[in-house]
């Protein structure tokens, strides 16, 4: 590139001083950027030019030459390769630290906010073994042949075998074992993603830490799964299986879960509590991932809102209503909005399984309904928000400002950039950002919760 400093597949070596949002190291060789993943602030590296662009560059980590005092072994042997966790080398306190950074930069830099109140970050005591959900990518070695069962390598669509996961409930890596051996005795045809031939894509283990149980589906690429009646015996002898689907996802795409869905064995849902709640959970339920820290952020949402225990609220984008009826005992009534009908239905059990008579559930698009719908035009006390990681819809920000102007919204987000939009707008709308509190959800990787409490005036 002209007048680059660098030049593609030469190696350098150069210090690094930040991390990056998807946690690659960032450093420079004289003025120019470059991302590196694998490397963390304090470390000094030889790397390899990848890809020059105007600004910055990509390049690879070929070997540390000074580590970073805050460099660790992970306790995972493929956690540098596995596109799962990026930053496991990082030392937990400083992935809290960087995570806090990472927050507030968002907010002065796309936000254009700095007056505000962050909190220290809720991590984890222990950061290992907190999900409830893994989705196993299942294909052939491209060389061997040999069946690989594990997660993508970053940036690609490479599978890092793997017989277990350091961040899943230890349950998951008993079953992985089972569905391993299944695949390879019978010798089932694995899917070529390139073809779209092949059967077998997916394994999706979902468990629940409150019954030590977990829900088993194949994802296949057809109508029926061979052997069936001998991979129901097999995996139903495991104590902690309580359910086994297929779902028949035989569409092209990066989209696991999708089509038409068949419970072969045992319960049709799995149970979980949060604090004194209990949810049924589907295979095409949302639910967050980290039951331990889900509790402590609906308490922080919880506290946010500010209750007497009068207050009309609205939870918009509620998915499965887990947040509408943890707030529903301390609140007058709360009315759920959710685009998806299974989800709806989930709500609506979920608030008959828990005796909960003063939640509400509306089905449709939020960005269409509010300010239309009769139960969306009386402005409540509070207005909950929780949209997927793009953020909310700009009309849906546009009418809260604008007509309803709810005393105080409460902003539940996945991603610090898109929140950070998000608050600008609702700022120049007439809100105050009064405080923000991080939650941990997602231990060794990038991902971070934020919870954002709005006043009017």
């Known amino acids: 590139m002209e007048n680059s400093p660098v030049t593609k597949n030469q190696h350098y070596v150069i210090p690094i ?4 949002y998807k946690g690659e190291g960032i450093g420079k060789r004289g003025s120019y950027t470059l991302y590196v993943p694998g490397a963390i602030p304090g470390d000094e590296v030889e790397v390899r030019i990848l890809k020059l662009k105007k600004r910055y560059g990509h390049a690879k980590l070929i070997q540390v030459v000074k580590a970073s005092a805050d460099r660790i072994k992970p306790p995972c042997p493929i956690a540098l390769t596995c596109g799962g966790c990026q930053i496991q080398q990082l030392s937990y306190k400083q992935q809290l630290f960087f995570k806090l950074k990472h927050i507030t930069d968002s907010l002065i830099r796309i936000g254009k906010i700095s007056d505000v109140e962050v909190l220290p970050i809720a991590g984890m005591s222990d950061p290992f073994h907190y999900r409830n959900k893994a989705q196993f990518a299942v294909g052939n070695h491209p060389y061997t042949e040999q069946v690989e069962f594990g997660f993508y390598a970053i940036h690609s669509h490479r599978i890092i075998n793997t017989n277990a996961c350091l961040i899943q409930h230890p349950i998951v890596s008993e079953i992985l ?5 299944f695949i390879v005795t ?14 077998i894509r997916h394994l999706v283990i979902r468990t629940s830490f409150s019954s030590k149980k977990a829900m088993v589906t194949w994802v296949i690429n057809g109508k029926a799964l061979p052997n069936q009646k001998i991979w129901i015996k097999e995996i139903m002898a495991h104590p902690a299986v309580s359910s086994v689907f297929i779902c028949h996802n035989m569409e092209m795409g990066d989209t696991v879960m999708q089509g038409k869905l068949s419970h072969l064995s045992g319960d049709p849902v799995l149970i979980e509590t949060i604090g004194d709640l209990q ?23 919880l506290e946010a809102c500010g209750f007497t225990g009068k207050e009309r609220v609205w939870d918009l984008y509620c998915g499965i209503g887990s947040i509408a009826l943890f707030l529903a005992r301390h609140s007058g009534s709360v009315l759920g909005v959710e685009c998806v009908a299974d989800a709806i239905a989930d709500a609506t059990e979920n608030a008959r399984l828990n005796g909960i008579s003063n939640a509400s559930f509306l089905c449709g698009e939020v960005e269409r309904l509010i300010g239309v719908h009769e139960d969306l035009t009386t402005p409540p006390d509070v207005v909950v928000l929780d949209p997927p990681r793009k953020g909310c819809e ?26 950070a939009r998000d608050a600008a707008i609702l700022v120049a709308g007439g809100y105050r950002l009064e405080k923000v509190q991080p939650v941990d959800l997602f231990p060794h990787t990038m991902h971070v919760e934020v919870v ?4 009017l005036g």
């Open 177 to 181: 074992a089972i569905a391993r051996s």
């Open 17 to 20: 001083t930040d991390l990056g």
């Open 452 to 455: 954002g409490r709005f006043e």
């Open 279 to 301: 949810f049924r959970i589907s295979p095409f339920s949302f639910f967050q991932v980290n039951p331990t820290q889900t509790l402590v952020l609906y308490q922080h949402v």
């Open 394 to 419: 700009p009309r849906v920000l546009a009418v809260l400002c604008e007509t309803v102007k709810p005393k105080r919204i409460v902003y539940v987000s996945c991603d610090p950039a898109t929140f």
């Open 186 to 199: 019978h010798a089932l045809p694995i899917y070529d993603e390139s073809t779209h031939t092949g059967l």
